[in-house]
């Protein structure tokens, strides 16, 4: 079974800290997505990488890096959390590029910033 | 425009009934189309997955692709409680890599 595991379930941060969110995944995939889910906006992509040292930014990647030195671990950091940051967040791998690949999920985190 | 809609419900069905859950898609180029599930606290898995249009049944669901209509339909017969979750549908471009475009999620219960 594939496996993706997140760092934290539940995290909540002060306004001004610098988050790091940890992502691994067990089965040698080659990409690896990070995304935030909120009510009404649905997922959202924020960044994705396709091979270690290498990211691509997705649809809101403003506020956020990420950082891949190992093919399992895909980190993404919030280097100053802000109020509008807080949502759950969902890391993701999948095989191979090409359209249409199964993505498979971690539990997620669910971070707030007070 | 969002490049894919879907109805957030609230659903609520009672135990048995046949459920119908739906997106539209605004870009013609999508080529494979997603089911997954998300229970409450758990991430997203995938339940059904077809490629450009027609049918695909897996036991109690099934997945319908319309693409002159840019349509996708969830069918869950015989519904039972355990299928009370949200159901996202998801969409992929064959050539631009492995982006997925999600809708917001429809949320389910079944009541027993």
């Known amino acids: 079974d594939v496996k993706v595991t997140q760092s934290s379930r539940y995290l909540v941060k002060r306004t001004g800290e610098k988050v790091f969110l940890e992502c691994v995944q067990d089965?040698?995939?080659?990409?690896m997505f990070w995304y935030r889910q909120d009510p009404g906006l649905g997922l959202r992509l924020i960044y994705f990488?396709?091979?270690?040292?290498?990211?691509e930014k997705g649809d809101i990647p403003e506020g956020y890096s990420v950082s891949r030195e190992k093919k399992e671990r895909f980190s993404l950091i919030l280097e100053s959390a802000s109020t509008n940051q807080t949502s759950m967040y969902l890391c993701?791998?999948?095989?191979?590029?090409?359209?249409?690949?199964?993505?498979?999920f971690g539990p997620g985190t669910r971070l707030t910033v007070t | 425009q969002k490049e894919v809609e879907q109805d957030p419900g609230p659903l609520s069905v009672p135990e048995g009934a046949i459920v119908s859950l739906n997106c539209t898609y605004s870009?013609?180029?999508?080529?494979?189309f997603m089911w997954y599930r998300q229970y409450s606290r758990k991430g997203p898995e995938l339940l059904m997955y077809?490629?450009?249009?027609g049918n695909k049944e897996d036991g109690r669901f099934t997945a319908q692709v319309d693409k002159s209509s840019k349509y996708i339909s969830l069918f869950i017969r015989d519904s039972q409680p355990s299928d009370s979750a949200t159901y996202l549908c998801?969409?992929?471009?064959?050539?631009?890599?492995?982006?997925?475009?999600f809708g917001t999620g429809t949320s389910l219960t079944v009541i027993p």
């Open positions: 993701a791998s999948s095989q191979a590029a090409g359209g249409g690949d199964e993505q498979y």
């Open positions: 089965m040698d995939h080659e990409n």
């Open positions: 990488s396709y091979d270690v040292k290498m990211k």
């Open positions: 870009n013609s180029a999508f080529q494979y």
């Open positions: 077809t490629y450009s249009s």
């Open positions: 998801a969409m992929s471009l064959y050539y631009t890599g492995n982006q997925f475009y």
